[in-house]
């Protein structure tokens, strides 16, 4: 019976992967493009970044801790050193989400729902970069990134016992910083909790409560990267972005983790857009985004579902390409934007670096963080920006002119084939998942040792490995 069943679970599996035209598909479309992504400016050969390895969390679990499939949460961390022995950047890890239980599913086989398919070591880079030349105010900072591997930005506390699922995300956030904190983290005299894109709402979401957790003489800012993402309308006149959230928040029943503040006068769904959030915050933020951001046009203002004749294709691979009416689109977005964070920009506590790019979480990435050739508005680089507010040196609420007006930008610039591979799967590559699923399911029904068991979970990762690349 076991091994009817393996088969036939594997053999639906490779069925749907076979003929899915979206699901799966069109989840790792979203996910994945911007993998594809370069810049259009060629940047100068940087140093080789300090390699950090993955810690992780040992005995979170005992807290229910844990990532989508139960395995431990984990972050790197590069201890700080001399002035900046007792200051601590910590920085949350982005990577979408998952809004459906099938794709939460399918995450578990990635590294975003399982630390089992973790990088044992990542590059720290930009705002995580140990030398001052390329991070001259945090370079000697305790550094931490946490890893992302619960699907709704480290909110979730629920799990879904049939799906094997565990939504664990606010439980993860508060393991990490308690290890954090018996680390050093308690002597804190200098913190900032950043983030990129879904971390960088994460940043948000926890601003607050990170400045609860930490000792109160201790200075606390946050800052978001690339993580203002906007209730828009899509161009079909749908709203995908939204449709994703009520997703990612009916599944993992945010509704009882999201500010009671929000909740208490909007549904959870408007309470997980930041747009709604920012302006209660009461700790010190600083919002650092392109107004264009890539990853929203890609996904939730222009992506395939809104767009069935493929009209915006090309615009979407290259801004260049983009005709009139698709600028006046995307001008009209970036109006909204701004809109949504006037009344946060009259705080002085606040700080902003809004620029007219086509890119997306831009402090990871040395190029666009601190380089000679980063973006810059008025003369001042993303870095020196964020240092300056963090510093209390000079207030920065930094709006750049509308597009095109800015050529300092790295505009992410998408290779066409790179996209078309990413976005439709050929038939030939679905018959080798049907396959190879037919051929891990045989494995698993044979599990009658620990080595065959390895083997099959071997495969099966291999399947998910190709589906993502």
Same mark, same amino acid.
């Given at each position: 019976m076991k091994c009817v069943w393996f088969l036939c679970c594997f053999l639906c599996f490779g069925v749907v992967l076979s003929r899915s035209e979206d699901g799966f598909e069109d989840l790792k479309a979203r996910e994945s493009l911007l993998s594809y992504l370069e810049h259009d400016a060629v940047a100068e050969p940087a140093p080789q970044p300090v390699m950090i390895g993955l810690t992780l969390i040992q005995g979170a679990d005992s807290k229910g801790a844990v990532c989508l499939d139960g395995t431990l949460p984990g972050y790197h961390l590069d201890p700080g050193s001399g002035s900046g022995a007792n200051s601590w950047l910590i920085h949350l890890e982005g990577g979408g989400w998952c809004n459906t239980i099938r794709n939460c599913v399918f995450r578990k086989t990635t590294r975003r729902g399982s630390s089992k398919?973790?990088?044992?070591q990542l590059p720290f880079t930009g705002i995580l970069s140990n030398k001052a030349e390329e991070n001259p105010d945090f370079y000697n900072w305790n550094r931490v990134?946490?890893?992302?591997?619960?699907?709704?930005?480290?909110s979730g506390d629920s799990q879904n016992e049939s799906a094997q699922l565990n939504f664990r995300g606010q439980r993860i956030w508060l393991a990490a910083i308690e290890e954090l904190m018996a680390k050093?983290?308690?002597? @804190?005299e200098q913190a900032l909790l950043s983030g990129c894109s879904a971390g960088g709402l994460a940043s948000i979401l926890h601003c607050d409560e990170f400045r609860d957790l930490v000792p109160q003489t201790t200075k606390v800012k946050c800052l978001s990267d690339a993580g203002m993402f906007i209730d828009a309308v899509d161009v079909s006149g749908g709203r995908t972005l939204r449709n994703m959230f009520a997703g990612v928040v009916s599944v993992q029943e945010l509704q009882k983790d999201l500010s009671s503040t929000c909740t208490s006068q909007l549904d959870p769904t408007s309470c997980f857009f930041p747009q709604n959030l920012v302006a209660n915050i009461k700790t010190p933020l600083f919002l650092l985004n392109a107004a264009y951001d890539v990853w929203q046009l890609q996904s939730s203002l222009a992506p395939s579902s809104a767009d069935p004749l493929g009209q915006w294709k090309d615009?979407? @691979?290259?801004n260049a390409h983009c005709d009139s009416s698709q600028i006046q689109f995307l001008q009209d977005f970036r109006n909204e934007m701004l809109n949504t964070i006037k009344v946060f920009s009259e705080s002085d506590l606040n700080g902003l670096f809004i620029n007219s790019c086509f890119a997306h979480c831009q402090s990871e990435r040395q190029d666009t963080w601190f380089a000679n050739d980063s973006p810059v508005i008025g003369n001042k680089s993303i870095a020196k920006s964020v240092g300056d507010w963090y510093f209390d040196r000079v207030a920065v609420k930094t709006i750049d002119c509308p597009y095109p007006c800015d050529n300092t930008c790295h505009n992410l610039v998408a290779h066409t084939d790179d996209v078309i591979s990413t976005i439709t799967i050929s038939q030939s590559t679905r018959l080798t998942f049907s396959l190879l699923s037919l051929l891990s399911a045989f494995l698993m029904s044979l599990t009658f040792s620990n080595a065959l068991y390895e083997v099959s979970v071997l495969v099966t990762h291999t399947i998910v490995s190709l589906s993502l690349h």
């Open positions: 398919f973790m990088e044992k990134k946490l890893r992302y591997c619960d699907g709704a930005s480290f050093g983290m308690q002597n @804190a615009c979407k @691979a290259d």
